[in-house]
Structures are given as structure tokens and as C-alpha cells.
């Protein structure tokens, strides 16, 4: 009884608006009592309304009512708290900001223990118990607090939505089934949870399924990293043993192969944990996604869980399965050095580019890597349109009076007997009759060359490359590439080293693009695509597209338009 009176002190000498005990106690007209600093606070937001209320009753008050300390009441209070007041029992739990309050509770609400979808109301403990103890609440439906109540109210009819329409996807009541939705297919909203409930299974397993595939998927990379590194790894200690019984000549083109090959590695490793990393990502995506529909499954709610099912149901797109072909990763390599050794300055100065072929063949094929286009149509997706730059075109030559002229929109460039009157430009090249595009080139780029005549160079270059050398010939120096187009064949042609390449004869060169990937292709095209020759490497700058008629009179090279 001693701490009912107490509690009783607490809550009449509490203000409503902190629900802690008064300070500067002032009341209103109406009887209640507040803080002196919370009432004007409360006031001071009525300001623009002309009327102001009490927090507790709702009366309203014009003008605004003029407060005066309670003596008579600060005096008690201050008397409670140095006699000292017990805790409120922990039973009794006041509804916060973040609570469910009960809709029956009078002045300081109670927090809700169940809500009722049949009455749509919130109970506290003590205003549930008829729903436990009267025959005539048996049927009703308890379920946890929800704030969301009025949504199972048909707006139009102001009754219980206890129906789902099939037909247009939505909650109704009984009165919309015979009215607006008349002639639809229409079930109670309990068959409709249930047939949901049914594809949220399905969704469930299906999305466990996934999350076993990824997680099979993430356990065959984390295998290929190991594969990589080890072979890698092999490689490089196998190389370092054969090339420290060479000649001095021979310890610079062991550093180069070690480079390639660590290069090769963080390449590959990198696209494998990259892939991991996204089916890491989808993983604990699909997880989430299965905790809410977990949820979701729970709730009680028929209309909540309808309403909440189809922005959960969705899944988005999944990954491609993981498909890795069978890897050579560096072993050919470890065979091409032992035939370098054994060759010495043969293989320096002719077999050298087979080794960094070789080298470049390690490669792991992962389905989210971008894979080079195999048709003509999959390569005119990356076309860009190319125009040459006047500023870098030839103007005279060493030994020939003959420069290179531009024309047809600075796409095409012929070699011609006659001098061309260009003015003088630092980009401009002064020793071969070379020309660059205006365009740099970075990402994934396609682009055809059509060239007549004797032949053509069709290169690609990085900017700072040497204009007035004996190296600045595209494919002399290690700042271009170069495939030779003639009528005798083909040859590749990259830092002082050209390797004769096979292919069909074609007057017209694909070139195709890959700057992040340090991939650059050459095909021939007529019916059909036939590489010519790849270039795998780490472009450290953008690439601008290269031509060089040969030095015969009349021969032509153009940038094809491609759209």
C-alpha cells in the first residue's frame, strides 16, 4: 500500500511534458500542473496559432494565460524529493517515443502488449485482460504492437480489409468485392497469405540454393588464387635458377621475364579476388534478403505481410556461374626459358617475343571478366570514330622528297611525291611519314583500317613517343605496336623486334582495344575475323591509333566509319 502511495506522489507531482517530478510548478485554468519552463516552451510553438492548449485536456485558452509560480506546490514537491521517492515498479511501463502506446490508456499511456485485428485497437497489460477472460473476444486476433492498424481500414468503406483482390493486387474489404471490384478474382486475405506464403518458400530455398552455389564458387577461387601463386611462384625460382648460369647479356632478360610473370600474377589474382569480392557481396545480400523474408513469414498480419511481400519477393539478377577453363598458368613459361638458355643470342635477338607471348597467355577465364568480342557485330559495339591529327602528320622525309596528305575529314593519309606545306608543330613527325590520331584511346575501342597500294603500318602509340629519331618508327621502340600490312604477309613489330605473323590476306585491319585489360588485337576482316596477332601487356598511358603508308607513291591508309 506504502508504495502505491508513493508511486501515486510521483505521478501527481510529475509534469506531462519531461514525466519528471515539476520544477517551478505553475498550473492551469483547467487544474493541471507543468514545469514552468516546459508549459512556456510548449506555448511558445502555439505562437502562430493564436490559441494555445493544455498538453493534458486540450482545452484551449485566448489570449495566452499568464503563469504564476504554485508556492503551495513547489513546496510539496521539494519536500518529496528530500524525503526520498522509490523507483516506479518495473511492471509499469510507460509508452516512449519509439513504443506502441495503448489506445485505451487516459493521460500517460502505458505501453501496448498486443494489438487486435479485429477490433484494430492497442491493448496495454491491463486492458487486454477482457480479451483473455470474455467468450465474446475469442475469436479476435492478437497479434504483437503495430503502429500500422488503420492500414487494414478500407478507406472507402471504413471497414476491415479482410478480402484480396487478385485481379488488381490489393487488400479490400467485403463491401469493395461486391462494389468496384465486382466480377474480379477475389479470396479472403488468410488464402491469399497462404498461397504467398507457399512462393516465399520457394523464394527461401531458392536463395539458400544460391548462397550454396556462391559459396562453392567463392571456395574454387580462393583454390585458383593458390593455383596462381604456386605456379607463379615455381616459375620465378625456376627461372632465377637458369638464368644465373648466364652471361651478364642474359641477367637483364631475366629481370624482364620475373616482371612479366609477377605482373601476369597480381593480374590474375586481382580479377579472381575481384569476382570473389562481388560474390561475396551477393552472398550477404541474398542472407539479407532471406532474414527479411524470414521475417516477413512471421508476421501475422495477412494484410502487412501482403502489402510488405512484393518489394521483398523480388531478387535481383544473379551473378553468372563460375566457369574456369583448364589453365596452363606458368608452366609453358619455365619451358620457353630453359629454351632461351640453351639458345643464348639466337633466342635474344629472334625468339625473344615467344617467350612474352608465352607469357602472356596465362589467364584465368572468370564469366565476369569482359571477354574479347569473337564477331564483327560483338566488335562494332566498341567502334569509335577516329580522325587523324594534322599537327602530327609527316612533312618531308630523310632520303625521300615525300610527305604524307590528309584528307577525306583528316581520316585518310596518302604518301605522295610532292612536298606538303605544313607549319611547323612539335608533335609533328620529322623523319617517317607517320601520322597519329587526334583522338587518345582508353577503355575498349574498336576502329578498321582499309589501306591500298604497296602497304601500310597500323599502329598504336602512346603521345610521348620520339618524333624525329631513327626509333621513332611505330614498333622501333617500346612506346608503340605496329602491325606491317603488305602484300608480301604480315609482321609484328614491337621495340626493335618483328615476328612474322599468318593470316589470310585482307585489305582491310581490325584493331581491337582493351586499355585496362593491356590487351590490343589485330584482326584481318573480310566474311569473317581472324586474329593476326595479340598483345598482352600493362598500358601505363592512353594509346593514340597510328598510321604509316609505306614510302610508294599513291599508297593509302583510311579509318574506316564504322557507324
Known amino acids: 500500500m506504502a508504495q502505491k502511495g508513493a508511486q501515486l506522489d510521483r505521478e501527481t507531482f510529475s509534469c506531462s511534458i519531461c514525466l519528471d517530478l515539476l520544477k517551478d510548478p505553475v498550473a492551469t485554468s483547467c487544474g493541471h500542473s507543468y514545469c514552468m519552463k516546459c508549459i512556456k516552451t510548449h506555448w511558445d510553438e502555439e505562437d502562430e496559432k493564436e490559441t494555445y492548449s493544455c498538453p493534458e485536456c486540450r482545452q484551449t485558452f485566448t489570449p495566452r494565460p499568464v503563469l504564476l509560480k504554485n508556492t503551495m506546490l513547489a513546496v510539496l514537491v521539494d519536500e518529496l524529493k528530500k524525503t526520498g521517492l522509490p523507483a516506479a515498479p518495473a511492471d509499469l511501463c510507460y509508452a516512449g517515443p519509439e513504443?506502441?502506446?495503448?489506445?485505451?490508456?487516459?493521460?500517460?499511456?502505458?505501453?501496448?502488449?498486443?494489438?487486435?485485428?479485429?477490433?484494430?485497437?492497442?491493448?496495454?497489460?491491463?486492458?487486454?485482460?477482457?480479451?483473455?477472460?470474455?467468450?465474446?473476444?475469442?475469436?479476435?486476433?492478437?497479434?504483437?504492437?503495430?503502429?500500422?492498424?488503420?492500414?487494414?481500414?478500407?478507406?472507402?468503406?471504413?471497414?476491415?480489409?479482410?478480402?484480396?483482390?487478385?485481379?488488381?493486387?490489393?487488400?479490400?474489404?467485403?463491401?469493395?468485392?461486391?462494389?468496384?471490384?465486382?466480377?474480379?478474382?477475389?479470396?479472403?486475405a488468410a488464402a491469399e497469405r497462404t498461397e504467398k506464403q507457399k512462393e516465399l518458400e520457394v523464394s527461401r530455398q531458392n536463395i539458400q540454393q544460391r548462397i550454396q552455389d556462391r559459396e562453392k564458387d567463392v571456395k574454387l577461387l580462393q583454390q585458383e588464387v593458390q593455383n596462381i601463386n604456386r605456379s607463379a611462384d615455381k616459375t620465378v625460382e625456376d627461372g632465377e635458377k637458369m638464368f644465373t648460369k648466364l652471361i651478364r647479356l642474359l641477367e637483364k632478360?631475366?629481370?624482364?621475364?620475373?616482371?612479366?610473370?609477377?605482373s601476369q600474377q597480381e593480374t590474375e589474382v586481382s580479377r579472381v579476388k575481384e569476382l570473389e569480392e562481388k560474390l561475396q557481396q551477393e552472398i550477404r545480400e541474398l542472407k539479407r534478403k532471406d532474414a527479411e523474408l524470414k521475417n516477413l513469414s512471421h508476421t501475422e498480419d495477412?494484410?502487412?505481410?501482403?502489402?510488405?511481400?512484393?518489394?521483398?519477393?523480388?531478387?535481383?539478377?544473379?551473378?553468372?556461374?563460375?566457369?574456369?577453363?583448364?589453365?596452363?598458368?606458368?608452366?609453358?613459361?619455365?619451358?620457353?626459358?630453359?629454351?632461351?638458355?640453351?639458345?643464348?643470342?639466337?633466342?635474344?635477338?629472334?625468339?625473344?617475343?615467344?617467350?612474352?607471348?608465352?607469357?602472356?597467355?596465362?589467364?584465368v577465364l572468370l564469366s565476369d571478366s569482359p571477354a574479347e568480342p569473337r564477331t564483327r557485330a560483338g566488335f562494332l559495339k566498341y567502334s569509335c570514330e577516329i580522325t587523324l591529327d594534322p599537327n602530327t602528320a609527316c612533312t618531308w622525309l630523310l632520303l625521300y622528297t615525300c610527305t604524307c596528305t590528309l584528307s577525306e575529314g583528316n581520316r585518310k593519309a596518302t604518301f605522295m611525291s610532292n612536298h606538303q606545306s605544313y607549319p611547323s608543330h612539335p608533335d609533328?613527325?620529322?623523319?617517317?611519314?607517320?601520322?597519329?590520331?587526334?583522338?587518345?584511346?582508353?577503355?575498349?575501342?574498336?576502329?578498321?583500317?582499309?589501306?591500298?597500294?604497296?602497304?601500310?603500318?597500323?599502329?598504336?602509340?602512346?603521345?610521348?613517343?620520339?618524333?624525329?629519331?631513327?626509333?621513332?618508327?611505330?614498333?622501333?621502340?617500346?612506346?608503340?605496336?605496329?602491325?606491317?600490312?603488305?602484300?608480301?604477309?604480315?609482321?609484328?613489330?614491337?621495340?626493335?623486334?618483328?615476328?612474322?605473323?599468318?593470316?589470310?590476306?585482307?585489305?582491310?585491319?581490325?584493331?581491337?582495344?582493351?586499355?585496362?585489360?593491356?590487351i590490343l588485337s589485330f584482326y584481318s576482316v573480310s566474311d569473317t575475323m581472324t586474329l593476326l596477332h595479340r598483345v598482352q601487356t600493362t598500358f601505363t598511358q592512353p594509346l593514340y591509333a597510328g598510321l604509316w603508308p609505306y614510302l610508294s607513291y599513291g599508297d593509302t591508309a583510311e579509318f574506316c566509319k564504322l557507324k
Open 302 to 363: 495477412h494484410n502487412q505481410f501482403l502489402h510488405s511481400y512484393p518489394s521483398l519477393s523480388a531478387l535481383s539478377e544473379s551473378t553468372s556461374s563460375i566457369q574456369i577453363r583448364p589453365l596452363r598458368y606458368f608452366e609453358d613459361v619455365t619451358a620457353a626459358v630453359s629454351e632461351v638458355r640453351d639458345k643464348l643470342q639466337d633466342v635474344l635477338r629472334e625468339e625473344w617475343t615467344k617467350l612474352s607471348l608465352t607469357l602472356t597467355e596465362v589467364d
Open 99 to 188: 513504443d506502441v502506446a495503448c489506445d485505451v490508456c487516459t493521460g500517460r499511456k502505458l505501453k501496448a502488449l498486443k494489438s487486435c485485428l479485429t477490433c484494430l485497437v492497442s491493448y496495454c497489460e491491463k486492458h487486454l485482460q477482457p480479451h483473455y477472460e470474455s467468450p465474446r473476444f475469442k475469436k479476435h486476433k492478437l497479434v504483437e504492437p503495430s503502429e500500422k492498424l488503420q492500414e487494414n481500414i478500407c478507406s472507402r468503406h471504413d471497414e476491415v480489409m479482410k478480402m484480396f483482390c487478385r485481379t488488381d493486387q490489393k487488400s479490400i474489404c467485403y463491401l469493395c468485392s461486391v462494389d468496384e471490384h465486382k466480377g474480379h478474382d477475389t479470396v479472403s
Open 253 to 262: 632478360r631475366s629481370s624482364e621475364v620475373k616482371q612479366q610473370v609477377r
Open 428 to 518: 609533328r613527325f620529322t623523319k617517317w611519314s607517320q601520322v597519329l590520331s587526334r583522338e587518345s584511346l582508353t577503355g575498349r575501342c574498336y576502329w578498321e583500317v582499309e589501306w591500298r597500294g604497296s602497304g601500310v603500318y597500323v599502329a598504336a602509340s602512346y603521345k610521348n613517343i620520339s618524333r624525329g629519331s631513327d626509333d621513332s618508327r611505330f614498333g622501333c621502340n617500346d612506346k608503340s605496336w605496329s602491325l606491317e600490312c603488305s602484300n608480301n604477309g604480315y609482321k609484328f613489330f614491337y621495340n626493335k623486334i618483328n615476328t612474322p605473323v599468318s593470316g589470310p590476306h585482307s585489305s582491310r585491319v581490325g584493331v581491337y582495344l582493351d586499355h585496362r585489360a593491356g
